[in-house]
Nanobody, 121 residues
Framework: QVQLAESGGGMVQPGGSLRLSCAAS????????MGWYRQAPGQAREMVAT???????KYTDSVKGRFTISRDNTRNTASLQMNNLKHEDTAVYYC???????????????WGQGTQVTVSS
């Protein structure tokens, strides 16, 4: 079994910054892709940023230049640095990881429980 533990959400004023962290633990052989997704009330979940094991990143257009995703392969962690936050960034943010388990060497996708980010003046 694999668990993803998220931290770092909260409330911030427009223009402020937050840093989200995600740690994968459990029966892990390797973690390939990691990413952050978000879901605002009444909207579908959307990809915010992803990073592969080699460090290649992708961002949704609305966060380019403001958000930075990073990871530590030795600790199976990923972080999302969010700067210049806007009202429209308000959502529940979910960590995502593609994990190869260390028992059957199967690849599965896992999600964190979500952490609330609220941008409000």
């Amino acid at each position: 079994q694999v668990q993803l533990a998220e931290s770092g959400g909260g409330m911030v004023q427009p223009g402020g910054s937050l840093r989200l962290s995600c740690a994968a633990s459990g029966s892990i052989f390797a973690v390939s892709g990691m990413g952050w997704y978000r879901q605002a009330p009444g909207q579908a979940r959307e990809m915010v940023a992803t990073i592969d094991r080699g460090g290649s990143t992708k961002y949704t257009d609305s966060v380019k230049g403001r958000f930075t995703i990073s990871r530590d392969n030795t600790r199976n962690t990923a972080s999302l640095q969010m700067n210049n936050l806007k009202h429209e960034d308000t959502a529940v943010y979910y960590c995502n990881a593609i994990v190869i388990d260390d028992r059957y060497y199967q690849t599965n996708e896992y999600w964190g429980q979500g952490t609330q980010v609220t941008v409000s003046s």
